[in-house]
């Protein structure tokens, strides 16, 4: 099980607040997203804007990490969470490393802004993770990011996300040098399970928040779920701890407006 932006139905997605509420209801693992500012810094927010999970406006590309900072990234999603602020990737490395967390930091990045994205982020990463190497994974469904994060921080492991998986999947992540395979579990099949599986790829499915369906994929043999409401789920897998290892060279529902798809 692995908590969805931290637990994004549970607290303020992509923030400090949200990862303390996904270990708090057993997950071994969190996803999280990771952009740049204007001044190249590395923050966690999904959107390209600040408007749906902040309280402020504009382009994160176009801001710098003080202006990003200066406003609140909780109050949205419950007064509770006032006062939280987008976290800064080390920020969140540094909370993941005292709670044993595992991380799987996905890169968004603008138009003309992959690489720059992957390159930066991949060496952020690799100067501030000082935990187990194996819990943690680099995706993105932007090509040119992984291709980045590769050159720069060949020995942090990489997934290629995928909505539907094309035909020519295996070659993509080949190409990529891809430890793990991502998709959408609504486009997911038995058999199209079966073909990556056999390939020896771990198999992730987002963003599942039903647990009949979680049971049903994990059945197929998909490797590992993102949850928004991994409490609802707890149970049907193997301990959230327990999630494969994951080594760079290893591979040759509907919820209220707070959720929206990767």
């Known amino acids: 099980m692995i908590g969805h932006r931290g637990a994004a139905a549970c607290a303020p997605e992509n923030t400090l607040a949200g990862l303390r509420k996904a270990r708090a209801?057993?997950?071994g693992w969190v996803e999280f997203d990771v952009r740049?500012?204007?001044?190249?810094?590395?923050?966690?927010?999904?959107?390209?804007?600040?408007?749906?999970?902040?309280n402020g406006r504009g382009k994160v590309s176009?801001?710098?990490?003080?202006?990003?900072?200066?406003?609140?990234?909780?109050?949205?999603?419950?007064?509770?969470?006032?006062?939280?602020?987008?976290?800064?990737?080390?920020e969140a490395v540094a909370l993941l490393t005292e709670f044993g967390l595992g991380a799987n930091v996905e890169l968004k990045a603008p138009p003309g802004k992959a690489a720059a994205t992957g390159a930066?982020?991949?060496?952020?990463l690799a100067r501030d993770w000082r935990a187990?190497?194996?819990?943690?994974?680099?995706?993105?469904?932007?090509?040119?990011?992984?291709?980045?994060?590769?050159?720069?921080?060949?020995?942090?492991a990489r997934g290629i996300l995928f909505r539907r998986i094309p035909k020519n999947w295996s070659r993509i992540a080949a190409g990529l040098g891809c430890?793990?395979?991502?998709?959408?579990?609504?486009?997911?099949?038995?058999?199209?399970?079966?073909?990556i599986r056999q390939l020896g790829y771990p198999l992730l499915a987002y963003t599942v928040n039903d647990a009949a369906r979680a049971k049903t994929l994990l059945?197929?043999?998909?490797?590992?779920?993102?949850?928004?409401?991994p409490h609802r789920l707890e149970g049907l897998a193997l301990h959230s701890g327990n999630c494969p290892v994951i080594m760079a060279d290893s591979a040759s529902a509907a919820l209220p407006r707070r959720e929206s798809i990767w």
Do not use: M, Y
């Open 25 to 27: 209801l057993g997950c």
């Open 132 to 156: 187990d190497p194996t819990r943690l994974l680099i995706s993105s469904f932007q090509r040119g990011a992984l291709a980045a994060a590769r050159d720069h921080a060949p020995h942090i």
């Open 120 to 124: 930066l982020v991949a060496h952020s």
């Open 36 to 54: 740049l500012t204007r001044d190249r810094r590395p923050v966690l927010l999904h959107d390209n804007r600040l408007e749906r999970t902040t």
């Open 179 to 195: 430890a793990t395979i991502h998709a959408d579990h609504r486009h997911l099949s038995r058999a199209v399970v079966l073909e």
């Open 62 to 90: 176009a801001l710098s990490l003080a202006e990003v900072r200066r406003h609140d990234a909780g109050n949205w999603f419950d007064p509770f969470f006032a006062g939280e602020r987008v976290p800064k990737l080390e």
């Open 219 to 229: 059945s197929w043999g998909v490797t590992s779920v993102f949850s928004d409401v």
